[in-house]
C-alpha cells in the first residue's frame, strides 16, 4: 500500500516510491493507496518518519530534508526536534553534514561510498579541503578510524608540503603512527616487538579488510579475481596459522 498526499488534483507519494517504480516495470496497473489530507510541511515529515523505520535514507538526506523544513518552512531547529520526536542535536548533526560537507562528498555518501562516520570526519575540514581527503578516502577504502587518525594529524599539520604527504601516503602515516605509540613499560623488549608485531597486523589487516568491502570489490574482472584469490587464500592460512601458534602460547 502507497501513502499518497492529494494536491492539486495530483497524488504525490509519501511512501512506498520504490513499489510505485516496481509496479511500473512490472506493469502493474492498480496499487493500494492511503490517501492524506496534510500540509506540505506535513507531509515532510511523513516522509522522514517513515523511511526512518526502514532505514532507507542515509543522516545525510534526512539532513536535506530537515534543511528544506528549516529554509523553506521558516521552523526553528527546537521545532524540527519536537516534530521528530528527536533531541536539538540530532537535529544539529544532519544539518551540519548538509551545511559543511562538500557537494562532491554529499554525492559519495548518497552513492555509498562513503558513510555518515566517514562524512562527520570531513566536516571537520573546510569545504575547499575535503576533496585530496574525500580522494584518499575512497581511492584506499580506508575505515572510518584511520579516516580519523589521518583528518587529525591533517589539522595538526604545520604546513601544506604535510598535509599533502598525509593524504598522498596514508598507509605510511598510519603506519608509522604505530612504531612511534606503541610501547608497553611493563613489557620486555621482546615483549614489545610481539606488540608491534600485533598492532602492524591490525593495521594491514584493516588495510585489507577495508579494501575487500570497498564497492570496487565488486567491479573487479573475472582475471582479476582469478589472479587475487591464490594471495587470499595465503593470507587466510598466514591467519589461521597465527591463531594456532596463540593456542600453542596459552597450554
Not at 595465503?234 to 597450554?251: G, P, R
Given at each position: 500500500?502507497?501513502?499518497?498526499r492529494?494536491?492539486?488534483?495530483?497524488y504525490?507519494?509519501?511512501?512506498?516510491?520504490?513499489?510505485?517504480?516496481?509496479?511500473?516495470e512490472?506493469?502493474?496497473d492498480?496499487?493500494?493507496c492511503?490517501?492524506?489530507?496534510?500540509?506540505e510541511?506535513?507531509?515532510i515529515?511523513?516522509?522522514?518518519?517513515?523511511?526512518?523505520?526502514?532505514k532507507?535514507l542515509?543522516?545525510?538526506e534526512e539532513g536535506l530534508?530537515i534543511r528544506?523544513?528549516v529554509?523553506?518552512h521558516?521552523l526553528?531547529?527546537?521545532?524540527?526536534?519536537?516534530?521528530?520526536?528527536?533531541?536539538r542535536s540530532?537535529v544539529?548533526r544532519?544539518?551540519?553534514l548538509?551545511?559543511?560537507?562538500?557537494?562532491n562528498?554529499?554525492?559519495?555518501?548518497?552513492?555509498?561510498?562513503i558513510n555518515?562516520?566517514?562524512a562527520?570526519?570531513?566536516i571537520?575540514?573546510?569545504?575547499?579541503?575535503?576533496?585530496?581527503?574525500?580522494?584518499?578516502?575512497?581511492?584506499h577504502?580506508l575505515?572510518?578510524?584511520?579516516?580519523?587518525?589521518l583528518?587529525d594529524?591533517?589539522l595538526?599539520?604545520?604546513?601544506?608540503e604535510?598535509q599533502?604527504?598525509?593524504?598522498?601516503?596514508?598507509?605510511?602515516?598510519?603506519s608509522s603512527?604505530?612504531k612511534?605509540?606503541v610501547?608497553?613499560c611493563?613489557?620486555s623488549?621482546?615483549?614489545?616487538?610481539?606488540?608491534?608485531?600485533?598492532?602492524?597486523?591490525?593495521?594491514s589487516?584493516n588495510?585489507?579488510?577495508?579494501?575487500?568491502?570497498?564497492?570496487?570489490?565488486?567491479q573487479l574482472?573475472?582475471?582479476?579475481?582469478?589472479?587475487?584469490?591464490p594471495?587470499?587464500?595465503?593470507s587466510?592460512?598466514?591467519?589461521?596459522?597465527?591463531?594456532n601458534q596463540?593456542?600453542?602460547?596459552?597450554?
Amino acid at each position: 500500500m502507497l501513502a499518497v498526499r492529494l494536491y492539486e488534483n495530483n497524488y504525490f507519494i509519501i511512501d512506498g516510491l520504490k513499489r510505485y517504480y516496481a509496479a511500473l516495470e512490472l506493469g502493474i496497473d492498480y496499487l493500494d493507496c492511503r490517501i492524506f489530507d496534510v500540509s506540505e510541511q506535513q507531509a515532510i515529515v511523513m516522509i522522514l518518519n517513515h523511511n526512518r523505520h526502514n532505514k532507507s535514507l542515509s543522516d545525510y538526506e534526512e539532513g536535506l530534508i530537515i534543511r528544506g523544513l528549516v529554509k523553506d518552512h521558516g521552523l526553528s531547529q527546537k521545532e524540527v526536534a519536537v516534530l521528530f520526536n528527536n533531541s536539538r542535536s540530532w537535529v544539529c548533526r544532519r544539518l551540519s553534514l548538509t551545511e559543511k560537507l562538500s557537494e562532491n562528498a554529499g554525492d559519495q555518501l548518497r552513492l555509498g561510498t562513503i558513510n555518515s562516520s566517514h562524512a562527520r570526519e570531513l566536516i571537520k575540514l573546510p569545504r575547499g579541503n575535503q576533496a585530496s581527503a574525500l580522494e584518499c578516502i575512497v581511492s584506499h577504502s580506508l575505515s572510518c578510524a584511520q579516516s580519523k587518525v589521518l583528518i587529525d594529524k591533517y589539522l595538526k599539520s604545520n604546513n601544506e608540503e604535510e598535509q599533502k604527504y598525509i593524504f598522498t601516503n596514508p598507509h605510511d602515516v598510519l603506519s608509522s603512527d604505530i612504531k612511534k605509540d606503541v610501547y608497553d613499560c611493563r613489557l620486555s623488549a621482546h615483549g614489545n616487538n610481539i606488540l608491534r608485531g600485533i598492532e602492524h597486523y591490525k593495521h594491514s589487516s584493516n588495510i585489507l579488510s577495508s579494501s575487500i568491502k570497498s564497492f570496487h570489490t565488486k567491479q573487479l574482472s573475472e582475471i582479476e579475481q582469478q589472479i587475487l584469490m591464490p594471495f587470499l587464500k595465503v593470507s587466510l592460512q598466514l591467519s589461521l596459522n597465527l591463531f594456532n601458534q596463540l593456542k600453542e602460547l596459552e597450554k
